[in-house]
């Protein structure tokens, strides 16, 4: 009689304690048209005059009334903020979809983030002095598109209120206050920068402009970045705040502010106990519910407080605690993506990331284990982008349309795209189609785009 595999029965009973703890991540497909549903409840309530204000999912107008022709000429500059990065370009349209572009990222020091209004400005007026020095653009007059990747009240085009810091700001004396108004006096405390008009715009936006200057049936952007946020193409006369909307064009696109959804509690019989936890350690606690669980920010900090669950329960890292597996964002969302880019069955770049978390001798079953958490969290990360995403193609209505994505989780994380198409096919409804293609150079061109059509229409 053989002697019983004790290794693959260990290897199995902690298989098995990996998939219980990441249970609560795999949502049914009647969990995701509920998600969508939910997704609805809070755009109407966004878009209502009586509901507006206590609305999770704000559905911000931006009064960009049409999207681009196509036919837009001329050199335009774009001030794209997001993230750890400033982004300075210039996009020369020449027409006819043709474009040249180039541009140039400065890194966001810390400091700033956390500094004054005045510091903050005057460093983004710097980036994009040096830019234009080191482009030779100072004799030009030009527009600028200024992309502002966080929660805005626009009154106008070029006018926009901060609602509130996200993604790990908190520079004084900015929410409620103009940006647009903020970045003209640091240009002005300059006196070097010829630069004439400002239009303002979220980054989400941009994506769309960016796609739809090429797809006309753009409709409908998202950005799955260090933030998550989506935009769409409204018919003016569901927008109750729209004063006057009849003296306007038929449609505005709306930034719907997605990564609220869900601060009203509406989200909290899919959290789990380690969405719970972020949330409490975070910078804003009760804020971005929703983005708090689909975010690059935030999705290497889930792997890493599932991971310690999975050690703790004996079936990881024989139960041993690191003392870097105990530091809070230890893990991040680009060693999810390397481990999940490694072949099945491949251990050399898992092996890594447990060495650097301070774990010299670790099994093919550790290395599965936690490719396996990594898989289950990004991939409810897809599909709950997919459900809302879902939910404003049936309410653009349109029989065919095209979204238009942009952003690091995007662009960068293995099969995320095909994640997202495969849930938004089983949730939408047979007659309407779609496609989901990605915003060429993102939401920099789009504001360069912006700031041209704007400067057209004055015209």
């Known amino acids: 009689m053989p002697k019983p595999d004790f290794t693959q029965y260990v290897i199995e009973a ?5 998939k219980d703890i990441c249970k609560p991540f795999i949502l049914s497909d009647g969990t995701y048209k509920r998600i969508m549903d939910l997704f609805l409840v809070d755009i109407k309530k966004g878009l209502g005059k009586y509901t507006h204000k206590k609305a999770s999912v704000k559905c911000y107008m931006t009064f960009v009334e049409k999207l681009p022709s196509g036919c837009e000429r001329g050199k335009f500059l774009s001030l794209e903020l997001s993230g750890d990065v400033c982004r300075v370009l210039c996009v020369n349209l020449q027409g006819d979809d043709d474009f040249k ?3 140039q990222n400065f890194d966001v020091p810390p400091e700033i983030k956390v500094d004054t209004a005045c510091h903050f400005f005057d460093f983004l007026a710097q980036c994009l002095s040096d830019f234009i020095v080191k482009y030779d653009l100072q004799y030009d007059e030009l527009s600028l598109g200024f992309t502002f990747a966080f929660p805005l009240k626009q009154t106008s085009i070029s006018k926009g209120i901060l609602v509130k810091w996200t993604k790990g700001y908190k520079v004084s004396g900015v929410v409620g206050h103009d940006v647009i108004a903020l ?9 070097d920068l010829s630069i004439n008009d400002i239009i303002i715009l979220n980054n989400t936006t941009g994506a769309l402009i960016s796609c739809a200057w090429k797809h006309k049936e753009a409709k409908i952007g998202v950005l799955i970045s260090s933030g998550c946020n989506m935009c769409y193409l409204e018919k003016s006369k569901h927008i109750q705040l729209f004063k006057n909307a009849g003296n306007y064009t038929p449609t505005m696109v709306i930034n719907c502010e997605a990564g609220a959804f869900g601060n009203d509690g509406a989200l909290d019989f899919i959290r789990t106990s380690v969405d719970f ?24 900090e889930i792997a890493r407080l599932t991971l310690l669950d999975c050690i703790n329960a004996g079936a990881m890292l024989k139960g041993i605690l690191s003392k870097e597996i105990l530091t809070p964002t230890a893990f991040k969302i680009h060693d999810m993506s390397q481990i999940e880019l490694e072949e ?25 284990n936690l490719r396996y958490i990594c898989s289950a969290i ?13 939910c404003l193609v049936e309410r653009v209505g349109d029989p065919y349309l095209i979204i238009g994505a942009d952003g690091s989780v995007y662009r960068s994380y293995p099969h ?8 938004l096919k ?10 989901v293609v990605q915003a060429e150079d993102g939401s920099g061109q789009g504001a360069a785009l912006l700031a041209a059509s704007t400067k057209k229409k004055k015209k």
């Open 14 to 18: 902690n298989r098995r304690i990996v």
């Open 101 to 103: 572009i180039e541009w």
């Open 183 to 191: 970045l003209q006096e640091a240009i002005v405390r300059r006196g």
């Open 277 to 300: 936890t972020v949330n409490k350690n975070s910078m804003y606690p009760g804020q971005q519910i929703y983005e708090k669980m689909v975010s690059g920010l935030y999705l290497g």
């Open 344 to 368: 099945p069955g491949h251990y050399a770049i898992t092996r890594k990331f447990f060495e650097k978390m301070g774990y010299k001798h670790t099994t093919n079953g550790d290395c599965d």
């Open 378 to 390: 990004s991939t409810r990360s897809a599909n709950m982008v997919a459900a809302c995403l879902a």
């Open 416 to 423: 995320y795209p095909s994640l997202l198409r495969n849930r």
């Open 426 to 435: 089983k949730l939408v409804r047979g007659d309407f189609k779609f496609d």
